[in-house]
């Protein structure tokens, strides 16, 4: 089955810095990318996804890239904010019913 | 638009009891997933429902079962509860009319179900 692997497990950066997280993945056939952000208290929430036919997607201060001849993708935050503070979780998946989710990385941004 | 609700968001029970969960998907979404969150661990998938039936099931015990009402809502039962099963557990809705991905088919969450064995 499918095994995806997140680094790191925790970041912290200071308040308009970049935050990197990246994923890699097991299963070629993956072509679902989400990526999921919990806050405290909260169930995780789908913030961006990309699907195997894009290399790029950007929303805002949020994008996501995908190299899968080398089975990774990326989460690229910019302009970091306090509210940007939570866990982040990325997934791979090739079908809604077995979607899986890597460890997750603890974001601080130091105001 | 309502979004997933799990109920109850709290419990504690002890050893050896079992233990009831529910999820009522957003309206108009067929497809009910679970998953087992702990800080070890991270997300763990369950088993995931469409129309009443089980489509998937991850590396659980038997213990843990779950079923699909004609409405969509969705129950979780954990048998013979033990210390490792405490854990938030969270359900996610999909409009799902296959398996396939597509722009509109995603995974939304509930705010989950926090269990503590004792």
């Known amino acids: 089955g499918e095994n995806v692997e997140q680094h790191p497990s925790t970041l912290s950066v200071q308040e308009g810095d970049s935050a990197v997280i990246k994923c890699t993945y097991s299963d070629s056939a993956s072509n679902y990318f989400p990526w999921y952000k919990q806050e405290l208290g909260k169930g995780p929430q789908l913030i961006i996804d990309i699907r195997s036919n894009v290399g790029e997607k950007k929303d805002q201060r949020i994008a996501v890239t995908l190299n899968k001849t080398a089975k990774h993708f990326s989460l690229h935050i910019t302009e970091t904010q306090p509210e940007d503070s939570a866990v982040y979780f990325c997934?791979?998946?090739?079908?809604?019913?077995?979607?899986?989710f890597g460890a997750g990385t603890r974001l601080t941004v130091k105001p | 638009k309502a979004g997933v609700t799990q109920t109850p968001r709290y419990l504690i029970k002890t050893r050896g009891q079992q233990v009831t969960l529910s999820c009522s998907p957003i309206?108009?979404?067929?497809?009910v997933s679970w998953y087992q969150q702990t800080p070890g661990q991270g997300l763990q998938f369950l088993f995931e429902?469409?129309?009443?039936?089980?489509?998937n099931k991850g590396n659980f015990p038997g213990r843990f079962s779950g079923r699909q009402f004609s409405n969509s809502r969705s129950e979780m039962n954990v048998s013979t509860l033990e210390l490792g099963d405490s854990a938030l557990y969270l359900c996610?809705?999909?409009?799902?009319?296959?398996?396939?991905?597509?722009?509109?088919?995603?995974?939304?969450f509930g705010a989950g179900s926090r269990l503590t064995v004792l």
């Open positions: 997934a791979a998946s090739i079908s809604i019913n077995d979607m899986r």
């Open positions: 429902y469409f129309s009443e039936t089980q489509r």
């Open positions: 996610a809705s999909s409009l799902a009319a296959g398996v396939g991905l597509s722009g509109a088919n995603v995974l939304t």
């Open positions: 309206s108009g979404h067929r497809s």
